[in-house]
């Protein structure tokens, strides 16, 4: 089943209710089953056929869900992209996936236009107000593709370890299940109104807020760019019930002096990176709001277990149990399942997922094991059931909630001939979490303003490091592997 036959399946049930806003801006159900059937006769008649990549490059706006659910109903595959992204990454996305069309925002259109330069993509951009009546001179096609659950349907582009991108394939299975299995872990209803302020670009907003709302008949309402005055504003505008977020959003609106009442919020649900028990307590004790921690990757759709409401299956300071359908194990390195208790890596196994990595079936052997996910997360299980993360992948940052991969900017200080060595690390950070750092061996003369300008312009604004420090040689291991965990200790002091 078309994962957009959700969409019609609300709009026959639910027609003239609500089903997203953004402040004064808003769509019914009905309203956005017809633009997305407009945006599926614009594709055909652009010559898109079904199976084709569309990147979206869109914010957190009404049209982004406008045409992620018009590109699925047209049998195309969407590839979402963060409109912050520079030239040379979208250019490796959309490179990567040999994409027919680029729908981005106006705003962006100038580093759209570099990164699809000589690929052959085409590119159509979004006007507040002009989009609409271009769609409005398209007869709606309100036909929705056959695809089946194994069919992609999203592919969403993450730059490894490695530091080339790779493609996350995700199915109409994949991503119809996770849905549903939120919408009902997390007892969404018609009457919930849920805080869009995750972007919808991301696995975690696009499953548990934009697809998971959809499958409920809810209302989402958005936020293109968080902020947490901007947010609390919002959640008491609009009646908030339910917030999804990351733990930085979860502090920044607790310290913020406008945070005297939440108590219309029914739950909020974390991800992302781990939750500090304390910030957990503060929301119950101070505001009478419950926090549902959550585990997943964009690998598994992106959910793959998290702790239910209290009294139904919750245990603080744990990643949950595994959601339905879901297995999860803890391994060690030749993929025995360990005890309870002991350290290993994460492993899932499930409907959620994912297909694969897009044209790389060297990296998806790697990954995947007869089903299971090899996540790269170290945890351990307790005798319960309860899954407790102890560490992040190996070298990731994890900044405010957003994921920057250090290789990915480890090859742009090497693009500067005055760096001879180059490392990236995250450090500590009192509101982010961790924030961006790296420790460089030059060539020559350079200072850290200059190269810290040099990085900001080729990557996105999260990314560059907001530390440089030199010195004359990094240290390494007898095979010659940079020892990131002692300049992690070094730069935390």
Known sequence: MNLAGRLRAAAERFGGRTALTLDDDGLSYL?????????????????????????????????????????????????????????????????????????????????????????????????????????????????????????TAVILYTAGTTGRAKGIELTHGNLRHNAETVARMHGLGIDDVVLGALPLYHAFGQTCALNATVCAGGRLTLLPRFSPGRALEVVRRDGVTVFHGVPTM?????????????????????????????????????????????????????????????????????????????????????????PAGEVGEIAVRGPNVMKGYWND???????????????????????????????????????GGRT???????????????????????????ELGEDVAAVVALRRAVTMAELREFVRERVAPYKYPRRISFVDELPVNPTGKILKRTLSRHLAR
């Open 31 to 151: 309203g956005l089953e017809t633009m997305s059937a407009r945006v599926a006769a614009l594709l055909r008649g652009r010559g898109v056929e079904p199976g084709d990549r569309v990147a979206v490059l869109l914010p957190n706006v009404p049209e982004f869900a406008v045409v992620y659910y018009g590109v699925l109903r047209a049998g195309c595959v969407a590839v979402p992209l963060d409109p912050l992204l520079r030239r040379r990454e979208i250019a490796a996305a959309v490179g990567g996936c040999a994409a027919r069309l680029l729908i981005g925002w106006h705003a962006h259109a100038e580093a759209a236009e570099a990164g699809t330069a000589g690929s052959g993509t085409d590119c159509l951009f979004v006007v507040p107000g002009e989009f609409r009546r271009l769609l409005r001179r398209v007869r709606p096609d309100h036909g929705v593709a056959p695809c089946a659950d194994t069919d």
């Open 250 to 338: 979860f502090l920044a609106m607790a310290d913020h002096p406008g945070a005297a009442d939440l108590s219309m919020l029914r739950v909020c649900v974390s991800g992302g990176a781990p939750l500090p028990l304390d910030l957990l307590r503060a929301y119950e004790e101070r505001f009478g709001c419950a926090i549902i921690e959550g585990y997943g990757l964009s690998e598994t759709s992106p959910v793959a277990a998290s702790n239910r409401a209290p009294g139904a299956g919750r245990r603080p300071g744990s990643i949950g149990l595994p959601i339905k359908d879901v297995e999860m194990k803890v391994v060690d390195d030749q993929g025995r399942e360990r």
């Open 361 to 399: 079936p060297a990296a998806t052997a790697a990954a995947v094991h007869d089903g299971w996910f090899r996540t790269g997360d170290l945890g351990r299980v307790d005798g319960d059931g309860f899954f407790f993360l102890v560490d992040r992948r190996h070298d990731v940052i994890i900044r």
């Open 404 to 430: 920057v991969y250090p290789r990915e900017v480890e090859e742009v200080l090497y693009e500067h001939p005055a760096v001879r060595q180059a490392a990236v690390v995250g450090v500590p950070h009192p």
